[in-house]
Nanobody, 123 residues
Framework: QVQLAESGGGLVEPGGSLTLTCAAS????????MGWFRQVPGKEREIVAG????????YYGNFVKGRFAISRDNAENTVDLQMNSLNLDDTAIYYC????????????????WGQGTQVVVSS
């Protein structure tokens, strides 16, 4: 079993940037496909980005439009989400997730979740 902990959220102005980091413990991240999801209260959780266990396959939600980049460092057991050109609609709680099954991750039902980190985009 893997435990996930997100960090890096906070308040940022529109057009600004943030980098979220997901740190894993319990098992090596290299065993899992990883993803970032986000949720706004009252709305369904949506996938932001996913990256395969070896890093060779990456998926982004349609709304990303080239603004975000997901990366992983299996040696450090971390997954990052670099977010640029943030706008008001990016305000949400961002969650890190892991699963050994790529389709389950991409489908939004991964087995392992972090507690989330709040991102607020506001002027």
């Amino acid at each position: 079993q893997v435990q996930l902990a997100e960090s890096g959220g906070g308040l940022v102005e529109p057009g600004g940037s943030l980098t979220l980091t997901c740190a894993a413990s319990g098992r090596t991240l290299g065993s899992y496909h990883m993803g970032w999801f986000r949720q706004v209260p009252g709305k369904e959780r949506e996938i932001v980005a996913g990256i395969s266990s070896g890093g060779g396959t990456i998926y982004y939600g349609n709304f990303v439009k080239g603004r975000f980049a997901i990366s992983r460092d299996n040696a450090e057991n971390t997954v990052d989400l670099q977010m640029n050109s943030l706008n008001l609609d990016d305000t949400a709680i961002y969650y890190c997730a892991a699963d050994g099954n790529w389709l389950r991750l991409q489908g939004g039902t991964p087995n392992y979740w972090g507690q989330g980190t709040q991102v607020v985009v506001s002027s």
